[in-house]
């Protein structure tokens, strides 16, 4: 509970206890069916969407996080096995040229999908704590509306009552009251109930007026925000995949230092300067000590297919 002294008057204190209080018995009446409740049927789906959205959103950045640090623990596994493997190797051991650098790649993948996916992520479910305050607000507000309906229906019913309680009071009064008072005690009860009824008409209007202004926002831009999940999604998984494609052509890409001209169909001809996209054989036993499946990297940027693809001489190339 809030303290006194840091913004919080008693007389504030007091106004959200008693709010509190009455939201709490008007949803015991309704519940035992002794007062209406607000429903909205179109209302209540748009809720149950944006607590999906919520859930699945949560999820999905959750395990993107996940993934990014898995990636940050490759490069630092990547790292370590290469300083290993370059402490153990000596100069003129075979392979030596091959144990090249890939820090930077495992970098730049990790940076990569941190700015255009966790990023483009945190921001999209930046939106939710906001959204999902003002539907609690919404639902308080519709109680609030509910609780004043119900009490002005209650004093619209005993008005008429009241009225004639009042009367036969006000005449014994009136009796013995001096001449010159006649009909004022009267008039004054029956004025005080009027104010109670006025203020309950004035409490109602302006509870109602709260409800609708807050109904109105959120049925604006649940339906908006709700949509909104298809583009990000989609942005994210291409973003994921657009990424993972090149830091795999870029850990597996060799350099043609010389032309080679295929003496067979299923050959890859190079020329100087050409940059080959390594692949992997389906079966890894048919492949020949020093040759290499690979296909050019400017044919798989234009057509992205693997029809040009051909064995080439590794001799002829040297990593990127």
Known sequence: MAELGKGV???????????????A???VLQ?????????????????????????????????????????KAMQDASRRLQDCLADMYEPEWFGKVELDDTDTLWLDFHQSLTDKSLLAMDTYMGQFPDIKAR????????????????????????KKKDEAKIAKP?????MAAPSWAHGLISAHQVAQTNLSYNQAE?????????????????????????????????ETFQSMAKHQEKFHR???????????????????????????LVLALENPDEQDDGWLL???????????????????????????
């Not at 607000?137 to 004093?155: E, I, P, Q, T, W």
């Open 31 to 71: 519940k035992l069916g002794k007062a209406d409740e607000t429903r909205d049927a179109v209302f209540e789906e748009m809720v149950t969407n944006f607590n999906k959205q919520t859930n699945d959103g949560s999820k999905l950045q959750k395990d993107l996080k996940a993934y990014l640090a898995s990636v």
């Open 170 to 174: 006000a005449a014994l009064l009136e």
């Open 202 to 234: 004035e409490e109602l209007g302006r509870a109602q007026r709260i409800f609708e202004e807050l109904n109105v926002e959120l049925q604006d831009e649940l339906p908006v925000l709700f949509d909104s999940r298809v583009g990000v999604y989609v």
């Open 25 to 27: 018995q008007e949803k």
């Open 135 to 158: 539907i609690a607000k919404r639902d308080r507000k519709m109680v609030d509306f509910d609780s004043a309906r119900h009490h002005f229906g209650n004093l619209q019913k005993g």
């Open 9 to 23: 008057t008693a007389g504030k204190l007091a106004i959200n206890v008693q709010k509190r209080l009455t939201r």
């Open 250 to 276: 870029e850990m597996s890409k060799v350099k043609a230092v010389h032309d080679y001209a295929a003496t067979d169909g299923d050959e890859l001809e190079l020329k100087t300067g050409d940059m080959v």
């Open 294 to 320: 690979g296909l050019k990297e400017s044919h798989w940027l234009q057509n992205k297919d693997l029809s040009a693809k051909g064995m080439f001489p590794e001799n002829f190339t040297s990593k990127v």
